[in-house]
């Protein structure tokens, strides 16, 4: 695609000469149209796995997706990409309820945008539940994400620049992502009338 906004290294006005070339730390940037490429592809699929009057209904769905995007201008990578990912689905339903149990999985972000010193994040795994119950007008769900609390850092979940001086790419330290949530409860009322 052409006229791709992407992000050029500044090199004039306040930028100094070390903005060019840094490896690390905040650097300053400017807009500028360029040709990029973006490919991905998305896989999903969804199996009914039990399908009794006693013993309810259970399914499986599973989604897969990869997106990768090029500067073809620079040869470099674009920012803010998802790396590979997966959910898996487990859902049981009888009578008025619904338990579920997600697995979400994230690969390790390693194609990274060196114009502006993106960090690589790790991979990491996640279980969710989630239990529902319809009642004529009431409908309930409770859910625990994160359920064994595994620190992680989610690959577009930025960087953390909460500490120092906001104003200047000076004194905020540089690499510290922003941590993914923790183990998480949820608890939603719907009333229908």
Known sequence: MRDFIDARRCTVGQCSAANATATQGFVLLQYVNQRA??????????????SDETLGDANAALVVSQVQGDNLSTGDRLHNIMPL???LALQHQLGGWSTTAEWVAVAGKRRVSQVRNEVPTPGYALLNLRVE???DALHLTL???NLFNRAHTPPL????VGQGPSMTTAGIPWGVLVPGPGRSFSASFQYRY
């Open 157 to 160: 979940g930025g960087a953390y």
């Open 37 to 50: 490429r973006l490919r991905g592809w998305d896989v999903s699929a969804r199996r009914r796995l039990l």
């Open 143 to 145: 859910g625990i994400d």
């Open 85 to 87: 990912n997966a959910r």
């Open 133 to 135: 119950h319809d009642w």
